[in-house]
Nanobody, 116 residues
């Protein structure tokens, strides 16, 4: 059974940093593209960053230069380092695993709140 568990969210002042983690279980991590998405109230869920099994990354324009996605295949964990946070970054952040063979899986989300 696949499970994705996010952690690391919280309340932070604008300009500060947070690091989110997503631990995967269920033998899906190494072959999956891992992504971080976010959804603010009233908005659609949007892609923030993704990283393929080979380590290629992609970022939303709004976070380029501030956020960094990385993965540790030995720990089955993907990270999102968020620097220079802005109030508009506040949202629930979700981790997703995308496997060609097994489909898509989502975590339960972790709240990020940025105070101005």
């Amino acid at each position: 059974q696949v499970q994705l568990v996010e952690s690391g969210g919280g309340l932070v002042q604008a300009g500060r940093s947070l690091r989110l983690s997503c631990a995967a279980s269920g033998n899906i991590f190494s072959s999956s593209t891992m992504g971080w998405y976010r959804q603010a109230p009233g908005n659609k869920r949007e892609l923030v960053a993704s990283i393929t099994s080979g380590g290629s990354t992609d970022y939303a324009d709004s976070v380029k230069g501030r956020f960094t996605i990385s993965r540790d295949n030995a720990k089955n964990t993907v990270y999102l380092q968020m620097n220079s946070l802005k109030p508009e970054d506040a949202a629930v952040y979700y981790c997703r695993a995308a496997s060609r063979l097994r489909g898509y899986y989502w975590g339960q989300g972790t709240q990020v709140t940025v105070s101005s």
